[in-house]
């Protein structure tokens, strides 16, 4: 048994090297929430998740007053049974957005603790399907200033020369004839037998708008299209799914199981992206990810590849890692002290226990908002 001595929480904001853009968004920096789990045995589970561009501190405080406070003393190895309280606990607050987070990242730091005390990696643990690897994706084209669409074709080939087999792009920002340039750019570059998905965050409010875009891609096929609309706009998901013959993917910043059922049954995306440190955790990702396997769907696990790497390996109808080549978009991985390795397109697991990194102290000093005490702890209910 391994009851939960302290919860600690830890807001960090990691500033871009170079403003980076989207269709719809423009960041300078991101939050993380972090969370370390310590169990009286000393062993700790970690828990992060993205916190937005902004205002962090939200997550933060649902962690702090909210959630960890019910955790601790608890046995940390009754894992479903601390979701259904913490969800209890919070249906006023949250249920979605950043109290989901908060919750999401306290149950992925109880499924790693509780993976370290039983000294095994989280897939292992999870009773996984492949032992050595899984397939990545690599994720880039962002709109950057002076990325021409030769540069962005140069990029995408990039990765395709490091071994990927699949590769991302940012659509929608621009006009339909601009961003049939870049598209075309990239398909030329990468080749006709590479995976090359769009993605258009949310770009699009209305179908019109959404087929004049897809009736440009559609003759450089895409794998898919990411994020047409705004998360909750799921009667045109599904709408565009059966206009345009490229499959249509989302859920990257979707909760629950509920939201999930509903745009299943629509038949709102073929692909779901549903992230573990924000739809719920581990524990509500896989209850997500079986209900899809019934209606033949896959997944795609949204960012975090260091953290999907283990659901992916674990999930028989997971089909790719979103995989980040190098620490200046995803740049959580500043606040790690172990990468994963990616090798022929596949990123390699690792062998150690739990997530098999933890976080390093020295670069979460360096970014907490509070940096005289990045760690706040919560040591009684
Ligand atoms: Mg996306």
Known sequence: MSRIRSVSVCLARVPLASVTSFATRTVSARDYCLVRVRSAEGVEGIGFCYAGSSAGNVVRAAVEELLAPRLVGQESLRVEGLWQELYQEALLHGRAGSVMRALSILDIALWDLNARAARLPLYQYLGCCVLDAVPAYASGGYYLARKTPKKLGEEMAGYVKAGFTAVKMKVGRLSP????VRVRAAREAVG???HLMLDANNAWSDLPTAVAYMERFERYAPYWIEEPFGPDDIDNHAKLAQRTRVAVATGEIACGRWYHKELLEKRGAEVLQTDAAVCGGITEWRRIAATAASYGVTLSPHWFHDLHAHLVAATPNARYVEFFPDDQVLNFRRLIDAQLTAK?????????PGLGFKFDEKAVRKYAL????PWAMITSP
């Open 177 to 180: 004839a601009e961003e049939e």
């Open 344 to 352: 022929g397109g596949k990123l390699l697991l690792p062998k150690t």
């Open 192 to 194: 006709p037998d590479i």
């Open 370 to 373: 509070t940096p005289a005490k």
